[in-house]
Each structure stands twice: as C-alpha cells, then as structure tokens.
C-alpha cells in the first residue's frame, strides 16, 4: 500500500511539474541572431601602394523574455569580438563586447507603465591596448638634448602603446530600480531617479593610472546617479530596418549634470536569408575616461566624445 501511495505521489508530482512547465514555457519567447562577418584585401604589383589585409567578427545576440499577466522579464546577451590583420603585422582587436541586460516589470492598471528594475553588466573579452601621447626632449645625433637660448631642452611630441583593457577591466555594473514606459517590444524607456553604479579595474597597471575614473592604486568605483536606458527599433520594409541602444547616467555626488552616453546606432538590411549587410554607429562619452592626445603639437589629457564604425556584409543565422 505504501509502494502504491509513493507512486501515486510521484506521478502527481510529475504531472503537475510537467504542466508547471508547459504553463511556463508557454510565457517564455526566445530569439537569437548569430553572425560571422569578413573582410578581407590582397594586393598585387599595386602601384598606389597599400597592404593586404584580412579581418573577422563573430557576434551573438540572443533575447529570452518572459510575459505573464502583468509580469515581464526581458533578456538581453550580446556577445561581439572582431580581428584586423595587416601584412607584417600583428593581429590587432577591432571589437570586444560583453553586455547583458536583464530588466523586470510589473505592469501598472493596465497601462504601458511598469514598476521596474534593471541591472546591466558590460566588459570585453580580451586585453586591448592603445596608443597615448606625451612630449620628450628632442635630441640630437649624439643623443643629447636641444638646448633653448635660456638653457632648457625643447620639447617634442611622441607616440608609444600601452594595455588600455582587459576582462573586468574596465566593467560596469548597473542597478536601476524605477519605472518603465513600453509601448511595445520595439519602444520601451527605463528610467530610474536612484540608480547606483559601479566600476571595475581588475587589473595593477591600469588602477595605479587611476583609469576609467577609479581612485589610484583602487579597484572600484561606486556612483550613484539617475540613469536612463531606452530601445527603438523601426521596421521600413521587410528586410530593412533601424535599432537604437541609448544609456545615459548622471552622477549626484560629481559634477552632475555631466551626462555619460552609450548610444549604438544601427542599420541593417537582410539581402537574403542568410547574408546581411550592417553599418553600426557606437558613440561614447564618459566623463571619467581620460584620453591621452596630441592637439596643436600640445599633449592633453580629458574626456571627449569616442565614436567607433563598422560595414559590412556577414553570413547570419537568425533564432525566432
């Protein structure tokens, strides 16, 4: 009788388990987008001169929402990373993304509001380094230095490289509890007046240049600011179609009304099943990213815009 009883349990347990999860599966929708694009130019006896080049990116952008009564979770993975080589050189990184967003709601009477809360992570894969400007002392065949009338070495303007990113270094981390508009899954705007957000150095080098706005010799950063995150996407014809990606931040504690952005612009044209070509548009402006520069023969130091372009025509795979 015991033996019975258990097994009437156990397939009670099961039943309602796989009803739980076919009630469930109902309330989740996943779509993905997998892309390889290349380039590649190979020259021979070209009398304007140039180099062959060849370059990759592998991208993967997948979404896996969950939408029940007035619950919604939405998902976000996307996962980028890009190769450039020239002849006699080494291979250098064009594109190195991570970037998830995970954003749940909870809908207000029936209206396009929604109580919400987002968290959003963003790093790279691998080490990147950048060339940084400084001046020198000019010197001579001898290697000694040009003297002005009063004595002192003239200054000239040079270039080297250095690391400037590696895993976790920099990331980000943000949490932004608020309210959501979402009129649709292709226009929704989160907004949150208390949003905290933090900033990882993981790396002994870059902290101790105090990069990416993190004390010296520290390995994180903590702000607390307002912070808006919004989607659009338009559809113009069945294979042609606009996306934006807008993230802006204001700290409370520093200089507020200084406005972080991360704006990626993109457009993309489906020239047939499998084959697409994209221009994408990445404009960055961060007030505690320092940029080392020459202007005017002058070398400065200081925040300014960063703005990053890509073209081309890829092979994708799309998940729906």
């Known amino acids: ?22 009630d469930t599966t109902k309330a989740w ?7 390889i694009t290349l380039g590649s130019v190979a020259l021979s006896n070209w009398a304007a001169g140039g180099a062959n080049a060849m370059s990759g990116l592998i991208s993967i952008d997948y979404k896996y929402n969950y939408k029940k009564d007035k619950t919604t979770w939405d998902n976000r993975l996307i996962l980028m990373y890009g190769l450039n080589k020239q002849a006699n050189q080494d291979f ?12 749940y709601g909870y809908q207000i009477d029936g209206s396009k509001w929604f109580y919400s809360f987002l968290m959003n992570f ?43 990113s590696k895993f976790m270094a920099p990331g980000y981390l ?36 105090g990069a990416y706005g993190v004390d010296a010799g520290s390995n994180s950063r903590w702000e607390l600011g307002a912070n808006i995150d919004g989607y659009w996407k338009q559809t113009f014809t069945d294979n042609f179609y606009m996306e934006n990606n807008l993230r802006l931040f204001s700290n409370y504690l520093e200089s507020f009304g200084n406005v972080d952005v991360d704006w990626v612009f993109k ?15 990445n404009t960055l402006y961060d ?4 940029i080392d520069r ?19 025509v890829g092979l994708v795979y799309v998940i729906d």
């Open 1 to 22: 009788m015991i033996k019975k009883t258990t097994l009437l349990l156990l397939l009670s347990i099961s039943f309602f388990s796989l009803k739980a999860q076919e």
């Open 174 to 209: 943000t949490l932004a509890p608020g309210a959501e508009f979402k009129s649709s899954e292709n226009f929704k705007v989160n907004i949150s007046p208390l949003a905290a957000k933090a900033t990882f150095v993981l790396d002994d080098a870059l902290s101790a240049r």
């Open 122 to 164: 963003k790093t790279q894969f691998a080490e990147g380094y950048e060339d940084f400007s400084y001046q020198t002392e000019a010197l001579n065949d001898n290697g000694d230095p040009f003297l002005d009338p009063s004595g002192n070495p003239y200054m000239v303007g040079a270039t080297d490289t250095r690391l400037g």
């Open 287 to 290: 007030d505690d990213i320092k």
């Open 267 to 281: 457009l993309n044209l489906v020239v047939s099943k499998y084959v697409t070509a994209e221009f994408v548009l």
């Open 92 to 103: 250098e990184k064009t594109e190195d993304r991570i970037d998830f967003t995970s954003a």
């Open 29 to 35: 929708s996943f779509s993905g987008e997998n892309k």
């Open 294 to 312: 020459m202007e005017d023969g002058v070398s400065k130091s200081g925040p300014v815009v960063q703005l990053k372009s890509t073209l081309g």
